[in-house]
């Protein structure tokens, strides 16, 4: 049993203590003296018997007999309990405030500080974590252990930063120690509730000028904070003032803005005046168009109409006079026809007569030549006037020769007289 005394708080010591009655486990619990604290209590044997042994209802209470252990004895008065019977140990079941500081610790530049640190525990919940503390672990142990874990655990978290950061590592190395102490000796019963740095302590030189420096920096904070409140005056009449040129600005713009609606109004309005303008004269454009295009297709077919009667009345005037020169021509051949048939009829009827004419005038050819030479000579001279009457003419070579021949026979031997040049 030690105590280790170190700059600030005294290192804690858990000790098993040894008593004279079971019934005074309460008081000796309570009483703490040099930072050691009682955490399991070994009453004394008895010599023969106990006559009255009064069992305490607040710790573990654990009994052996014939030194074997038999577990928990129940709380109460146990009469003529013979010595073969004992309580062993008494466990607390209260959560104890362990401290555990440690001296002269190394940072990252070489600073030594002093941190203390502080740990509460408890030993259970329930009996079987007492007997496997008491059998497997103990308080000693358990002390050396805990003091060496905390020691290492700090002198390691002070090496990894500088001077000027160990007071920020206080939270983040709490949780970690509280993981690594619960996880090393939940197995043995005991349970680590809470880890906690309470101070951490740097040379006094170096104390003198943090605190001189924190000093300083309290004075600029605090000039700071004059320069940031009148910095926030002048901010707050420019914000104030940018809030009036703001306000003006948005009239103006709000004018600005009301103008260009009003603008935008009379040019929507514009717009629709010029495209109902435009529609109206699409419409009469296109009424004109259509009434063109009627008026065109009207007059294609009149035109057409009109060429179609042309031609029908052209075909029909066409066909008319064919007919009508077919019929004059039909008419014209029949009369021809007609004429031939009664020529032919004549001519066979004068033939007949000429014949029956001949045959007369041969039976009185002789009484009759005189009054034929005179007809004939009578008929030439009706030519010969009738030739004259129509102009002089000139008939020479074998025409004229075949008409003198014509005119008179070969058998008239009285030559006629000139006339008109013709002989």
């Not at 004992?86 to 530049?109: E, F, G, L, Q």
């Not at 970690?176 to 349970?191: E, P, R």
């Not at 009036?244 to 717009?271: C, D, L, P, W, Y």
């Not at 008026?295 to 066909?319: M, W």
Request: charged share 30%; aromatic share 6%; glycine share 4%.
């Amino acid at each position: 049993i030690y105590t280790m005394v170190y700059q600030g708080v005294e290192h804690s010591t858990v000790i098993q203590k040894r008593i004279r009655n079971a019934s005074d486990a309460d008081k000796k619990f309570a009483k703490i003296k040099d930072n050691q604290i009682p955490i399991v209590l070994v009453p004394r044997w008895p010599i023969l018997f106990h006559f009255a042994l009064n069992v305490p209802s607040g710790p573990f209470v654990l009994w052996q007999h014939f030194q074997k252990d038999m577990g928990k004895l129940n709380p109460g008065v146990i009469w003529f309990w013979p010595a073969w019977n004992r309580v062993s140990h008494i466990v607390t079941r209260a959560t104890i405030t362990y401290n555990a500081p440690a001296k002269n610790c190394p940072t990252a530049d070489n600073v030594m500080v002093n941190v203390d640190l502080s740990l509460t525990f408890r030993i259970g919940p329930d009996i079987d974590g007492a007997r496997n503390f008491i059998y497997k672990l103990g308080a000693h142990r358990f002390d050396e252990l805990l003091s060496s874990e905390t020691e290492e655990a700090i002198r390691g978290l002070v090496y990894s930063v500088t001077h000027d950061k160990v007071n920020d590592l206080r939270e983040e190395f709490a949780v970690g120690m509280l993981a690594t102490l619960n996880s090393k000796v939940q197995s043995y019963g005991v349970q680590i509730m809470n880890v906690k740095i309470t101070d951490v302590k740097l040379p006094h030189e170096l104390q003198e000028r943090l605190e001189r420096t924190t000093t300083f920096k309290t004075k600029m904070e605090e000039k700071e904070k004059t320069f940031e409140n009148k910095l926030r005056v002048v901010e707050d009449e420019a914000i104030t003032e940018l809030e009036t040129i703001m306000k003006k600005n948005s009239r103006k713009v709000q004018e600005v803005q009301a103008e260009m609606q009003r603008f935008v109004i009379e040019q929507r309005e514009m717009e629709e005046k010029a495209k109902g303008s435009g529609r109206v004269q699409q419409v009469e454009t296109k009424s004109k168009v259509e009434v063109s295009i009627k008026k065109a297709q009207g007059d294609e077919f009149v035109n057409r109409v009109k060429g179609q009667q042309e031609g029908e009345a052209l075909l029909k005037k066409t066909e008319i006079e064919c007919q009508k020169k077919i019929i004059e021509s039909n008419q014209r051949a029949h009369v021809v026809v007609k004429q031939s048939e009664v020529d032919l009829k004549k001519s066979e009827f004068d033939a007949g007569a000429m014949i029956a004419s001949a045959k007369v005038e041969a039976e009185a050819a002789k009484s009759l030549e005189e009054k034929r030479r005179y007809e004939l000579e009578w008929a030439r001279l009706e030519v010969l006037k009738k030739i004259a009457g129509d102009g002089r003419r000139f008939i020479s070579g074998e025409k004229g020769k075949q008409i003198l021949n014509d005119l008179i026979p070969e058998t008239t031997i009285k030559r006629a007289p000139i006339l008109n040049g013709v002989h």
